[in-house]
Every structure is written in structure tokens, then in C-alpha cells.
């Protein structure tokens, strides 16, 4: 079974970033996509990025395209989200996941182990 485990997240005022890591609680050999959700206050989970495990092909949502960054360290089990620029309604706790297939996904549902989550809050 595989435990994600996320860390990073804090309180930044708009225009800081931050950093999350997720780390794999074991050889990821049989993940091929890694991601990162978010749910913020009264609304359901959203897609915020993913990254291939294959070739490092990235995806992102369209509100944090060109200010988030997702990377992946295969070695050491890892995946980072690099948050630029940041927003009060970047505010969420975020999520680590990862899943089997390699095709993009953006649904909750279509990732098969999650982290506990990390709160950030961007105060305006």
C-alpha cells in the first residue's frame, strides 16, 4: 500500500509562494501519473496539476497555469508543486495523489492513493 505524505503548506500573503512535497512512502514502480488536487473552503476537490512519471509531462488547471509549477524526483520518490504569484483564492488545503494510469486525469476519482493534505492560506 502506498502512503503519500505531504508538507509545505503555511500562511503567505498574496504575491509570496510556497513549496509542497509529497513523498512516497515506497518505490512508486507501479505509479505513472503524480498530482495535486486542492478543496478550498465549501467547494468539492479540484484538479491543480499532474506529472507523467515516464517523460515529466506536465498538466494544469487553467487558474494556476503559467503560476504553479509540478516537478517529480523518481529516485527519491517525490513531487513538488511550486506556487508563484499566489492568490487569496489559491487558499485550500492541498493534496498529493497518484495513480496507474499514464493518460491525463482530472478527476478525484480516477487517482487510486492520496496524501492527508496540506492547509495554505493567502492572506490578501
Known amino acids: 500500500q502506498v502512503q503519500l505524505v505531504e508538507s509545505g503548506g503555511g500562511l503567505v500573503q498574496a504575491g509570496g509562494s510556497l513549496r509542497l512535497t509529497c513523498v512516497a512512502s515506497?518505490?512508486?514502480?507501479?505509479?505513472?501519473?503524480m498530482g495535486w488536487f486542492r478543496r478550498a473552503p465549501g467547494k468539492d476537490r479540484e484538479f491543480v496539476a499532474s506529472v507523467r512519471k515516464r517523460d515529466g509531462t506536465t498538466e494544469y488547471s487553467d487558474s494556476v497555469k503559467g503560476r504553479f509549477a509540478i516537478s517529480r524526483d523518481i529516485a527519491k520518490n517525490t513531487w513538488w508543486l511550486q506556487m508563484n504569484s499566489l492568490k487569496p483564492e489559491d487558499t485550500a488545503v492541498y493534496y498529493c495523489a497518484s495513480r496507474r494510469g499514464w493518460d491525463d486525469a482530472r478527476l478525484p476519482s480516477d487517482y487510486e492513493h492520496w496524501g492527508q493534505g496540506t492547509q495554505v492560506t493567502v492572506s490578501s
Open positions: 515506497e518505490r512508486t514502480s507501479s505509479t505513472n501519473l
